[in-house]
């Protein structure tokens, strides 16, 4: 039973919405503890259940948050995702699916082997993948909230400790209690050359998060601008050396510092919202959860390349990650991610031998014995790649390290200490982008029978009957897509179909044992798409020729070949990304023209930041924190302070004492008109005005 569904009040810890009259802007409205009993460990309440003291032992379920947004998001992941409808959607794609591969098999059906083994393997990898996805989401109906998690949600916050500290109305100094004991958490930002208006709302957003925590900037970038921001917006920083392992490495070098419990990783580029703490961690009272994972949402969705990247992981987020759940095989997605401190260390740290650093160490933990959860909620709101160049360096990455589990560290090898679900698993997430290398296959098949003559399929199968088998399969995913998006995506098409050359490069550099530099999806200047673009434009080229030779040839035969129809709606595809591109390019030109830069700063003055020992000079790692801002580290400070106030007033009664003894010796010396008194009223003149300068200072 969802916990939506649960009993009434609650005697435990849980945030209340202020009634709207206290005049909270939605979305930013601070949230109250109700006074409760003191936090019970996970096995008192278990006593306490299998006693039938459920009154007295069992919290009842807390409020809510009642935010609109957070009911939908429950509601298009939780629920629809496995609606009757849903579930019928999927078997008829299932069906499709394997009607248009026995229709493929079938011996009677093939045409000339060159092109007949080009749709063949290019059409079995994406019925392979189509089935295992099939067979995933049917597999996620399961809620990974227990008794446990629910128990230790209502009683996550030490009341006892609020009430001592005065922090009521400070929901990020609530003090965090997992199974009765207190726990630290480190929320450690990512930085790489970002946009500093980026930084700062995700640094401001981090900092508010609901939990005691410590945000950490992690600048890999070296920036003196983002050290500052970081001091004032009260983050500690860290700058390190080098940029051995890249993000990875980053963390792990963080790790050497932040010692906390549990660590969130966020990108700087995703903003978290203020209930990640509350929604992830009460996961960890199960000592063998290594990691909770949240999906990727993007919030810039207004471009063809964002929104094409954007709802491309739509349905990897909403139903292929919550069925891994059932297998214990949802792996970390580098950002939006809280992890065990005990199980990194357990495996050596994030891993720094690939690009692709979260699913390798996801694989490693999941081989050591640990458990990983995936939930479904938005919880922090990123950016998607906007330009073509991001994209392609994005694709490129996450191509590198499903190629790279497949070639070195197949998990089908008997070596591998993972279940058959794990297996099959892994098997799927390191041959997911070979559905990206099918389009190349099949965008040949139409020029070889313009040009050679040559047929995939037998010349007795009619355009119908083919077709009626082809959308079979691909009209039914559509369907599919339709159905979770809420609408049809042309631009994910659009990407899926032109992409292949980003994962020919990526299969050919694990091959070859190539290394490639990390970038960040963003951040940088942008430049013409067209420097990444070149094998799309030579495919663009060579399709529009062939189409001219195609029209031409059936005209001449008057009949309208089925390879025209299909080599012309690959031209037009390839075109109308060209375009895209075409229209960025000029978009680029014109902001250069301007003078507008891709680095945007922030307009109020920045402090300096304390650092903790002296200052370093540029090649040392730096690490520096903000001004204490916890309510006992200011209490310290006040009482510091007063006590130097009063040293202060001590100091300067005493000197003003003897300014007043020496003005009468001086007027004393005057008035007797002695020689002997010049000579002591220049003395006592430069002692008085010492002493004025020592009472100024």
Request: neutral net charge; glycine residues 6%.
């Amino acid at each position: 039973m969802s916990r939506t569904m649960r009993g009434s009040t609650s005697d435990a810890v849980h945030p209340v919405r202020p009634d709207a009259s206290e005049g909270s802007p939605e979305g930013s409205w601070p949230l109250r503890p109700v006074v409760a009993e003191a936090p019970r460990s996970r096995r008192e309440l278990r006593h306490l259940a299998t006693l039938g003291d459920a009154r007295a032992g069992r919290p009842e379920a807390s409020q809510r948050l009642s935010s609109d947004h957070h009911a939908t998001i429950v509601a298009r992941t939780e629920g629809r995702a496995h609606s009757p409808f849903m579930v019928l959607l999927v078997l008829a794609c299932t069906l499709g699916i394997l009607l248009y591969g026995q229709f493929l098999l079938n011996p009677a059906n093939r045409g000339d082997l060159l092109p007949y083994a080009a749709v063949i393997v290019a059409e079995a990898v994406l019925v392979v993948q189509a089935l295992l996805s099939m067979w995933t989401i049917l597999s996620g109906g399961q809620n990974p909230r227990d008794f446990d998690f629910h128990s230790t949600q209502d009683t996550l916050y030490d009341e006892a400790e609020i009430d001592r500290l005065g922090v009521r109305d400070q929901p990020h100094l609530w003090p965090i209690v997992v199974d009765g004991e207190r726990k630290t958490v480190d929320v450690f930002i990512t930085v790489y050359g970002e946009e500093l208006s980026k930084i700062a709302m995700t640094v401001q957003a981090a900092i508010a998060l609901q939990g005691e925590h410590r945000t950490w900037v992690l600048d890999d970038g070296r920036s003196d601008e983002v050290r500052d921001l970081a001091g004032t917006l009260g983050a500690r920083y860290i700058r390190r050396l080098s940029s051995n392992g890249a993000k990875a490495g980053n963390v792990n070098h963080a790790l050497t510092v932040a010692k906390g419990d549990y660590f969130a990783i966020f990108d700087a580029d995703f903003v978290p919202r203020p209930m990640f703490l509350h929604e992830t961690v009460p996961f960890f009272v199960d000592e063998k959860v290594a990691f909770v994972q949240t999906p990727q949402s993007y919030g810039n969705l207004v471009s063809l390349v964002s929104r094409g990247a954007g709802y491309m992981q739509a349905v990897f987020y909403r139903f292929i990650q919550p069925g891994r759940n059932r297998f214990n095989a949802a792996f970390c997605v580098g950002t939006n991610v809280i992890f065990r401190r005990a199980a990194v260390d357990d495996v050596g740290g994030i891993d720094t031998d690939s690009k692709s650093e979260d699913v390798w160490t996801s694989l490693f933990l999941h081989e050591a014995g640990w458990r990983s959860i995936y939930i479904p909620l938005t919880l922090a709101v990123g950016d998607a790649p906007e330009t073509i160049e991001a994209y392609s360096k994005q694709q490129l990455r996450w191509a590198t390290g499903g190629f790279e589990i497949l070639f070195r560290h197949n998990p089908l090898s008997p070596r591998r200490n993972l279940t058959m679900d794990q297996r099959f698993q892994y098997m799927l997430t390191a041959t997911h982008y070979l559905t990206g290398i099918a389009p190349l296959l099949l965008i040949m098949v139409p020029p070889m029978e313009i040009f050679f003559d040559l047929r995939p399929m037998n010349l007795h199968i009619s355009v119908l009957q083919w077709l009626l088998f082809y959308s079979g399969f691909y009209l039914l995913q559509i369907a599919l897509a339709f159905f979770t998006l809420g609408s049809f995506r042309w631009e994910v098409l659009m990407l899926a179909s032109v992409s292949f050359p980003i994962y020919v490069k990526a299969l050919w550099n694990v091959l070859s044992g190539k290394d490639t530099a990390w970038n960040v999806t963003g951040g940088k200047a942008a430049s013409s798409p067209f420097n990444v673009i070149v094998p799309q434009v030579l495919f663009w080229v060579f399709l529009s020729l062939t189409s001219l030779v195609a029209i031409w040839r059936d005209w001449d035969n008057r009949v309208l070949t089925l390879a025209t129809v299909w080599n012309l709606i690959n031209t037009a595809v390839l075109s109308g990304f060209l375009l895209a591109a075409l229209r960025e390019a000029r978009a680029i030109k014109r902001a250069a023209r301007s003078g507008s830069s891709a680095r945007t700063t922030v307009g109020a003055p920045i402090a300096a930041v304390t650092t903790v020992g002296q200052p370093t000079p540029e090649l040392r790692t730096q690490v520096a924190r903000p001004l204490p801002r916890s309510h006992e580290e200011l209490l310290a400070m006040s009482d510091e302070a007063a006590a130097q106030a009063r040293r202060d007033q001590d100091r300067r009664q005493l000197l003003e004492a003897r300014l007043a003894v020496e003005d009468d010796q001086r007027d004393h010396g005057a008035r007797q008109h002695d020689p002997s008194s010049a000579v002591g009223r220049s003395d006592f003149d430069a002692r008085d005005l010492d002493a004025r300068e020592k009472v100024d200072s």
